[in-house]
């Protein structure tokens, strides 16, 4: 065996190992989604040019991966004390596009209180590359990087929700990112088969859900270790929501923060974003896909039983709280106090400042852009709850 012989088998050896040590991906969906970009003839509108970037996004994942390995590893190494931290969850759940990040980014402004976690540490989830980060001081230029790309269709898409890299940002950035394995990548692969799989994560084995989310709460402690001792977690996924019930049995204490908003509104709303982020990360147009709007919307109502279902079944009454969308922006100060009112934690006059700054800032907030006034039916047993809640959000509100 000669020299070169030696030094390849010595990096295929090391690539091997790094891939066995990685927690992630599911190697089956990252399977399924090779089948789907080589085999998948059927959707004419994701174009050759799309699934050159498909095959990118997905040649550059199986490079890096064994990097994840060896960083997840040296972690285990360097900061195993990050396992002792303890969890305790305030979940915001509910249909997208009903408030959830606005009320997500102003509750983690009080990093005194709570800790979310921000999109790079989803993307990188290892306390070795934070502190790198912050040993160089990283975070003003990282804070200043677009998620979107800098197009017209990115621009709007940044309107609706603002990505950089360094916001606080929903669990989804993690299990899209790392797992391979949540609705946001169809957004990158627009394939008909793919959304009920990836939306539903009660089709995957018992073993391969727990291993997802023990991974996930060890993602969690790592940045509690890092900032959060003694804080309450922030956490937000309001695209996942047959996780739910599994969150619950495995934080048995955990809060949850439902969020609501009228169906025509935030569904109307979601259309525009997942439109535009789909053109941004592959530049397929949606409604060239015929299946695309109607599978959206019945995923969005098979999320809203699941919702209520939590909501009327699973969760105890002094664990959940509900929040309409219409006096959460009306009333941010007096909202904010019930919530921490109930979670029984102090409000600062120093937070209070800043929530009627971020009151009087969103009075003055030009929105950008338009949605379109559809009415949508099979929504009405969901509508007919978001109006009980808006109605009882105002009563312990005093305010009509």
Sequence with gaps: MNYMTWIVSIFVFIYILGVWLTPFP?????????????FNHEEKAVHLKSRFKQIKFLLKYAFLCPFWGYLWYLDEILFPHYKQQCLKPVFIIGPPRSGSTFLHRTLAG????????RHIEWRFPFITVQKLITLFGLETKISQMNYWPATDRGELASKLHKNNLYDWEEDGIF???????????????PYKNLLPYLEDFTVLPKKEQAHILQIHQK????????????????????KSMAKMELMIKRYPFARFIITTRQSSDY??????????????????????????????????????????????????????????????????????????????CDLTPLELQRL????QQQKKR?????NQQ???EGFESCDSLTREVEQKHLSYLNVE
């Design 26 to 38: 599911h190697w089956p969906t990252y399977f399924k989604l090779w089948k789907n970009v080589l």
């Design 110 to 117: 009080d990093e005194e209180t709570f800790f979310a976690v």
């Design 374 to 376: 559809k009415v949508f």
């Design 267 to 344: 569904l109307n709303s979601l259309l525009n974003l997942v439109s535009y982020s789909t053109n941004c990360k592959t530049g397929v147009d949606v409604s060239q896909l015929p299946w695309w709007e109607s599978a959206m919307l019945t995923m969005q109502k098979q999320d809203c039983q699941l919702c209520m279902e939590l909501l009327l079944r699973h969760l105890d009454n002094e664990n959940q709280k509900s929040i309409s969308y219409e006096p959460l922006f009306r009333y941010i100060v007096p909202t904010v106090k019930s919530i921490y009112k109930w979670l029984d």
């Design 175 to 189: 299990f899209e990112e790392c797992f391979l394995y949540h609705f946001f990548i169809v957004l990158r692969f």
């Design 366 to 370: 030009i929105k950008g852009y338009n």
């Design 219 to 238: 993602v969690v402690q790592k940045i509690m270790y890092l900032r959060g001792q003694n804080k309450l977690f922030l956490s937000k996924e309001p």
């Design 356 to 359: 009627e700054k971020i009151q």
